[in-house]
């Protein structure tokens, strides 16, 4: 299927039982409707809110990109603006809509070694290391942290993501999304709302689903002498 802005919001129309498509102008942008009418408005006053709620929602992979920050201020001075808690201030990427991790990040487990039997717990300086703090700086969006600048490798979602890259389940989600909102806009009952909710949280729910389990990297839950022994 085509994804374009107004094939999304004619999915949401048409989901709320409304006769009356958006005509494409070509481009299928909803910018570009002339002449508008009541629904090409309203689709153009919620697409990017509710485009940008939907990427928000999970770390999806054909959303995802890891980029290296650029350094705004190294934080060596304890009488800083942030104290001594973060040694870094980077810039947040001007396409990100939403931060997850350093990529060098092992999240909270680490493999264990010869002498353990199972997968141990980070130390608790090896969690500080990769965690970051979003923070606002002069109106400005920054990203605190304890990762040096040659380390600093951001993983994120991004919020200028194709149409095309979209899965269909994660389209559909984001169609239902879409029509709550229209729905508010042309007075529809209540119930019509929070069925599009319900279906928007259903849809999304499998399209999350789907997406882990393509992405899947399952790590082992043994050491590395246990998995030796059974030929792992």
């Not at 999806?60 to 104290?83: I, M, N």
Request: proline fraction near 4%; charged fraction near 20%; aromatic fraction near 10%.
């Amino acid at each position: 299927m085509t994804r374009t802005e107004v094939v999304i919001a004619n999915m949401a129309l048409r989901r709320l039982g409304h006769a009356i498509d958006i005509t494409d102008p070509g481009s299928g942008l909803l910018s570009g409707v002339t002449p508008t009418t009541p629904e090409s408005r309203a689709a153009s006053f919620w697409y990017a809110k509710k485009l940008a709620e939907t990427l928000e929602d999970y770390a999806w992979s054909f959303a995802r990109k890891v980029a290296t920050l650029t350094l705004e201020d190294s934080l060596q001075d304890a009488t800083d603006l942030w104290g001594a808690e973060w040694g870094y201030a980077y810039a947040y990427p001007t396409d990100c809509a939403r931060a997850w991790r350093f990529s060098e990040d092992q999240g909270q487990w680490q493999g264990g070694g010869w002498a353990g039997s199972s997968w141990l717990p980070l130390a608790w300086q090896g969690q500080r290391r990769f965690a970051f703090q979003v923070a606002d700086l002069a109106d400005t969006k920054i990203i605190l942290a304890n990762v040096p600048p040659t380390e600093a490798h951001l993983q994120y979602t991004r919020s200028d993501v194709p149409l095309a890259s979209f899965t269909e389940l994660a389209t559909s989600g984001l169609a239902w999304n879409f029509a709550a909102e229209l729905a508010r806009s042309f007075n529809k009952g209540g119930d019509v709302v929070e069925s599009a909710v319900i279906e928007y949280r259903r849809a999304i729910a499998m399209a999350r689903a789907q997406n882990a389990n393509e992405d899947l990297n399952r790590p082992p839950q043994d050491g590395t002498l246990v998995r030796s022994h059974r030929g792992a």
